[in-house]
């Protein structure tokens, strides 16, 4: 796995506080139908208040390396990780 990456990202952007992440997650649910983890809507969240491409690129190497560490394949992982980041900024 790339933990400079993921060091990057976390370093990145302001602190999300646990309460706004359980939100997040019940609505990414209720409106897209997606389940995500916390970690995963952390991100999510941080790419929605600043849209950018570089920073949504990011966030799918960040995302796809997640998955990745929960045994999904690097492709299935890498597909995941555009269709979720494409889904929620769509």
């Not at 939100?23 to 952390?42: M, N, P, T, Y």
């Not at 208040?49 to 998955?67: C, F, G, Q, V």
């Not at 990745?68 to 900024?89: D, N, W």
């Amino acid at each position: 796995m790339n933990f400079n990456l993921a060091q990057r990202l976390k370093k990145e952007g302001e602190y999300v506080p646990s309460f706004l992440i359980k939100i997040w997650q019940i609505r990414i649910k209720e409106k897209f139908g997606l389940e995500v983890d916390s970690d995963i809507a952390e991100v999510l969240i941080k790419i929605i208040h600043e849209r950018s491409t570089w920073k949504t690129s990011r966030a799918e190497k960040y995302i796809a390396m997640l998955l990745r560490a929960k045994g999904e394949k690097k492709e299935e992982a890498e597909k995941r990780a555009r269709e979720i980041v494409k889904t929620i900024l769509g």
